[in-house]
């Protein structure tokens, strides 16, 4: 039988990690040729590539930096030579910090909206036009539960997410007619190294220890008490892509164990 998405080629920022290594595993499993994105360890960064590959894909690592708009540009233009053209884009970058605004770095600032919003933007702006010649296409952003509510301390995330979400549903009216999706998915908690580097952080901004800052902190927002997994982020990307989710279109997804239905 053929794979869903055989003969497309996927695009994951922030795949060499986390959320994005799950989605990249699970698009690469339903057939799409994968280019990987993200910093680490460059033997391990290769052991990810090889065991793509044994999907019986293409896979290919990209080591652009997503902060950097004119390498984004280039990374595009080279998929365009390797692949064709990039027919599903995931914007998963992300990192967080967490300070005060009084007492919150600039740079961080500066660099939580490049990567976790303006690198989006940079990313549609060069694939749009790959998609709408091959008039199909599948961008999905991985936002947050912090795009739809705020939590003290994290302003640069909060911002750039509610951000990144105002940019998709613009770029699915633009795109529209043309076969191509944009949507968002917005987990609460999913266990990552992502949350694992914040918990020092949380503790010293609001002085408790490490369980209280998983119990109290983490899992007190999410109703179910229990974390997301990367795993279940990646199958609701998976759907995005499938013909079922043709109508889905500039809508932003929760899957935060009812977080933001209280
Ligand atoms: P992670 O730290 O495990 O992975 C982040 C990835 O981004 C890594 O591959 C890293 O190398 C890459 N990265 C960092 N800086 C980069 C840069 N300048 N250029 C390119 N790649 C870069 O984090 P995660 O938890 O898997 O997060 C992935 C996405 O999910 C982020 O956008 C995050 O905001 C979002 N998210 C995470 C959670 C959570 O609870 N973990 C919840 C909601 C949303």
Redesign the pocket.
């Known amino acids: 039988m053929t794979k869903m998405l055989a003969g497309k080629t996927a695009l994951v ?10 989605m990249a595993t699970v698009l690469a499993g339903a057939g799409a040729n994968i280019i990987i ?4 360890d460059a033997a391990a960064i290769e052991t990810e590539r090889a065991k793509l590959a044994a999907l019986g894909v293409t896979a290919f690592y990209a080591p ?5 708009g004119d390498a984004i540009a280039a990374m595009f233009a080279d998929a365009a030579t390797r692949f064709g053209g990039v027919d599903i884009l995931v ?6 910090h967490v300070a005060p605004i009084d007492e919150f770095p600039v740079d961080k600032w500066n ?1 939580i909206i ?3 919003m303006s ?1 989006a933007f940079h990313a549609m702006r060069a694939v749009i036009p790959q998609m709408k010649a091959r008039k199909w296409g599948r961008i999905i ?6 795009s739809k509510v705020a939590s003290p301390f994290k302003s640069a ?1 909060v911002t750039a ?1 509610h951000g990144l979400v105002g940019l998709s549903k613009t770029a699915a009216l633009e795109v529209a007619t043309h076969g191509i999706t944009v949507n968002c998915i ?10 694992e ?1 914040q918990i020092p952080d949380t503790m010293a901004a609001r002085g408790l220890t490490r369980e209280q800052v998983i119990n109290d902190v ?1 899992l007190e927002a999410q109703p179910t008490k229990a ?2 997994t ?1 795993d279940q ?1 990646a199958a609701l990307a998976l759907y995005l892509c499938s013909d079922a989710a043709a109508q889905i279109t500039g809508a932003n997804l929760s899957i ?1 164990g009812g977080w933001t239905a209280a």
């Open positions: 920022t922030g795949s060499t990690s986390g959320i994005g290594l799950a994105n993200g910093f680490g652009t930096d997503m902060t950097d914007n998963n970058a992300g990192i967080q660099q490049a990567l976790n690198a952003s991985t936002a947050s539960a912090h995330y997410k917005s987990p609460g908690y999913v266990w990552t190294p992502l949350v580097k983490l974390f997301v990367s982020v935060d």
